[in-house]
T-cell receptor, first 111, second 114 residues
Framework: DTGVSQNPRHKITKRGQNVTFRCDPI?????LYWYRQTLGQGPEFLTY????????KSRLLSDRFSAERPKGSFSTLEIQRTEQGDSAMYLC?????????FGPGTRLLVL | GDSVTQMEGPVTLSEEAFLTINCTYT??????LFWYVQYPGEGLQLLLK?????DKGSNKGFEATYRKETTSFHLEKGSVQVSDSAVYFC?????????????FGKGTKLSVKP
């Protein structure tokens, strides 16, 4: 257990529905990252927060995706109008110095 | 852009065999290098890291040396155990950039048989 928690752990939804995932970081870590991992691949960077500011977004983050980190605490990742191609594991990580600590992930299946 | 290439799996070994998983990278500047491990049903865990050339990272009997001249960070273990069965990911982070996100290889699945 790295101290980073994510909820829910699993989500099944129908195409076109909206979903929201939550990440609770290690409290003293001010940098937070979201990644997406598809089957047989390594995680790919989606977006990055330093405290409450979203400083970087990958081109993978289409306009259907939005992320927030109110007050620099927990973070949410929302996907609107889900598509089957959104099925993946969504990982949250927090960083202290040069090390990133990952949560267990939320596995999304879009039917 | 920056990238990581690691040997494709799956790799199947007998217990007590020697393990090498190759990893090479392409990056500007001086990245930090990492090996993460993902056990079945669990999240990614940092296995070891090296932050500058010629550094050796080590943990749980695993080792990897940061070789700038060959842009490599190969993972080795002298005697694997069944409990080492997992997916291993090589990654780099170029903290000279603003965000310092990790760039991962595709992962190598290791199965160790008794």
């Amino acid at each position: 257990d790295t101290g980073v928690s994510q909820n829910p752990r699993h989500k099944i939804t129908k195409r076109g529905q909206n979903v929201t995932f939550r990440c609770d970081p290690i409290s003293e870590h001010n940098r937070l990252y979201w990644y997406r991992q598809t089957l047989g691949q390594g995680p790919e960077f989606l977006t990055y927060f330093q405290n409450e500011a979203q400083l970087e977004k990958s081109r993978l983050l289409s306009d259907r995706f939005s992320a927030e980190r109110p007050k620099g605490s927990f973070s949410t990742l929302e996907i609107q109008r889900t598509e089957q191609g959104d099925s993946a594991m969504y990982l949250c990580a927090t960083r202290l110095a040069e090390t990133q600590y990952f949560g267990p992930g939320t596995r999304l299946l879009v039917l | 852009g920056d990238s990581v290439t690691q040997m494709e799996g799956p790799v199947t070994l007998s217990e007590e065999a020697f393990l090498t998983i190759n990893c090479t990278y392409t990056a500007t500047g001086y990245p930090s290098l990492f090996w993460y491990v993902q056990y079945p049903g669990e999240g990614l865990q940092l296995l070891l890291k090296a932050t500058k050339a010629d550094d050796k990272g080590s943990n749980k009997g695993f080792e990897a040396t940061y070789r700038k001249e060959t842009t490599s960070f190969h993972l080795e273990k002298g005697s694997v155990q069944v409990s080492d069965s997992a997916v291993y990911f090589c990654a780099l982070s170029n903290y000279g950039g603003s965000q310092g996100n990790l760039i991962f290889g595709k992962g190598t699945k290791l199965s160790v048989k008794p």
